[in-house]
């Protein structure tokens, strides 16, 4: 079945940049997502990018899709202590529109 | 709108109890999805609803678990009897139309004893 991997944690200081990483198995994958969770509150959805996209920028995110290696990375700029949370990547495959696989989340800390 | 609204936020039951979570969805979504999030598993789709009718059930763990959706405002899932390693976070999300953002509430933190 579909498989979506993250690294569990990351660590960066205020002012830096944040890259959090995702790789997925499922070649049909049509959507990528990156949802953030604040402790103690729901997903959120930050961004998504569709398959035939390369890379999509909004504000100080940059969604980069490397569907060759079926690679999805999240730029987050200028980290503020605000940006920590978990960072769920997810993808819908192509053979269901309506169910998201995600990661395990990769929990940001963003030291002062 | 207020968003999706789930209840109650904690619950904390005895093993073998019933347990009931609740969810409204936002309205005019006409997807329903329950998901359960735990350290070990991260999160899963427990099964999702299209108009009120189930459509996928596979996540589901096993027949103590059961979900509802009488109308297109109100869902239920329940856990009966509950076990210990029934504990996590349920998220009840919704979301418009085909392949659309799901919007989460803010999730049931459920501890059985």
């Known amino acids: 079945g579909e498989d979506v991997e993250q690294s569990l944690f990351l660590s960066v200081r205020e002012g830096d940049s944040s890259v959090i990483n995702c790789t997925y198995t499922d070649s049909s994958s049509t959507y990528l997502y990156w949802y953030k969770q604040e402790p103690g509150a729901g997903l959120q959805l930050l961004t998504y990018i569709f398959s035939n996209m390369d890379m999509k920028q909004d504000q100080r995110l940059t969604v980069l899709l490397n569907k060759k290696d079926k690679h999805l990375s999240l730029r987050i700029a200028d980290t503020q202590t605000g940006d920590s949370a978990i960072y769920f990547c997810a993808e819908i495959s192509g053979g269901s529109n309506y169910k998201l696989t995600f990661g395990k989340g990769t929990l940001l800390t963003v030291n002062p | 709108d207020a968003g999706v609204i789930q209840s109650p936020r904690h619950e904390v039951t005895e093993m073998g109890q019933e347990v009931t979570l609740r969810c409204k969805p936002i309205s005019g979504h006409d997807y329903l999805f329950w998901y359960r999030q735990t350290m070990m598993r991260g999160l899963e789709l427990l099964i999702y609803?299209?108009?009120?009718?189930?459509?996928?059930d596979s996540g589901m763990p096993e027949d103590r678990f059961s979900a509802k959706m009488p109308n297109a405002s109100f869902s239920t899932l329940k856990i009966q009897p509950s076990e210990p390693r029934d504990s996590a976070v349920y998220f009840c999300?919704?979301?418009?139309?085909?392949?659309?953002?799901?919007?989460f509430g803010p999730g049931t933190r459920l501890t059985v004893t």
């Open positions: 999300a919704s979301s418009y139309g085909q392949g659309s953002e799901q919007y």
């Open positions: 609803f299209n108009n009120n009718v189930p459509i996928d």
